[in-house]
């Protein structure tokens, strides 16, 4: 018999027994389809944890004043002032060995306005060592080297999300962009570094310390109404870098032993870690349910294909009585499951696929497709196909064709 | 002298039941010359269907040898073994054995599939076969769609499709009516007439009749084995008609009278 006859013939007997054709089948898609569509979701919130975090710089510490534990009602971190110009210039003096670069840094958010448009966004004083910090560049333009950064000039590096709704396709360097009335010129876009914890990273307005200062706190203060973002010469350094800022802030602001600290200092890769990890455990409880489902599947088209055994090899029996051979049957059958279980396979993938970037876009995940998984599954679940369709030909075929042509159960 | 076709010699067929041994056959020697007619007759359990299926090669003897057309068949190999099945043999079974939801058609077709046939020569022979069995305008049927003696007929037309010289049929007429007993073995006597060794299990004395041959097992050994005559089956069949077509007018007259009496 010809290839072509025997895929003829497999698609017919297929076609003959719909019923059985489409529940073997559904086992076949709905177990490739979930593992997929699981590992899927797993990795791809995996995948946008890391990102997030990553978005932040590593090896950095956050510094903010006001009390360790406040209560809720009367504000939240920072709150009560604490932190002085003074302590940041005792930071920025190289008395802590593992602090590399220091960045105060103030925020709000306010309006902003070019000739076209109006923007609520976010607006950070900070001086240019932030940028290394953060590891984030200008794609056009710059940002602040020491100069500017210490300077009062009234210049904006802006992100990719206030670029676009300001100054829409126009590039805004050289531009000028107005902060509560005051205008500034724009001298840096930076590249996009899309979502971080807080929101949007890119929807952001950097302007230098002192302008900051100036223009929206009108006038110098000896409080810091902000942040400080501290990072270390090298990884690892966290726990003895935490310790050595407490020790010289609580001595500046003459605590004693019994006093709580009225600073705090975060460690965000310790937050990212803990993120993650519960990410992670996500991805494998959701691995363990697609590996499950896949079972289900796998045992569905057993039993479909063990039912149909009774049937199968009384149809052996008489192809076997009209001269077919051993290798005739065989070949039939294989032809057969292989045909279910790639089709079967195939839409499993499909669905598998559609159901993996539904997730990503519903959930923002990045749209990850897991083709090592993909991989094991379809060679699974064809497996358990085509093992089972196989099966009661390879036991068929030893029989003396009587037996099968009485085969009962 | 017409060859000999098939040569048995010390046949035994055992079956393992448990703990106890049923012997169906208990050392059958038995010629079949090519060309000749054949029954086998006997109470039921005698054999007979045992002795069909090692003719037919669906079974292994336990003990004896067995040629077909001066070919021993002990010791081939299943695939030789079907070989033979599906180029000396064509097997009618009592039970018709056609594939469920697949046409008469396909299931005719089938022998020629494992014979390498192409499609079209496939199509051309299971038609002819078909329609040499009078099912020509049945060829899309499923086997839920045909009467019993209908698929019997579609299992003739499977058996003779591939033009073996031997055609094996295991009672046969056993599910039929009368009438269409006939009809089944006008088409079987016809092959015979073609030139065709037919054997038949039966235990109904007027299908054997049909044959020229008949052999009597009992308790797994031939008993008598005698020469004979046959009847014609075409005959048969169409005195039975001519009967009944004048059972048919005698009703009819005997309505009509009623009709004017009223
Ligand atoms: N597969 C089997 N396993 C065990 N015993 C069997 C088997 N097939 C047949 N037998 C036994 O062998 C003996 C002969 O059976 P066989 O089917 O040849 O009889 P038969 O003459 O065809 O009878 P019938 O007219 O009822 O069809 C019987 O006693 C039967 O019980
Ligand atoms: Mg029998």
Redesign the pocket.
Known sequence: MNIFTTFKLAIRALWRNKVRTLLTMLGIVFGIGAVIAMVAGGQGAQASVKEVFDSLGTNVLVLSGGAQRTAGASGGAGSRQSLTWEDVKALESGEISSIKWVAPTMSTRTQAASEEANWNTSVTGTTSVWFKIRNWEASRGATFDEDTGNSTAKIAVIGQTVATQLFANTNPIGQTLRINGQPFEVTGVLVTKGQGPRGDNDDTIIIPLKTYQQKMEKGLAKYLKGEVLLSMVEEGQAQRTIAQVTALLRDRHKLDGADEDDFRIRNPAEFAQAQKDSTERIATLLAIVAAVSLLIGGIGVMNIMLVSVIERTREIGIRMAVGAKPIDVMTQFLVESLVLASVGGLLGLALGYGAAQYMAGYFGWKFFFPMETAGIAFGVAGGVGVGFGLYPAIRAAQLDPITAL?YES | MPPTLIEMRGIQRT?V?GDNL?H?LRGVDLDIDAGSSIAIM?T????????MNIMGCLDQPTKGTYKINGKNVSGMSKSELANIRGRMIGFVFQSFNLLSRTSALENVEMPLLYQGVSSRDRHKRAMAALAAVGLQDREDHHSSQLSGGQQQRVAIARALVGDAPIIMAD?PTGALDTRTSYEVMGILQGLVAKGKTLII?T?EADIAAYASRVIT?RDGLIVEDRQQTPIDAAAALAKVTAEREVADLALAEKNKRAEKAS
């Open positions: 009485r | 079956y039941m049923v169906a006997g039921s359990g005698s054999g007979k269907s045992t002795m009672e299990v235990h097992l």
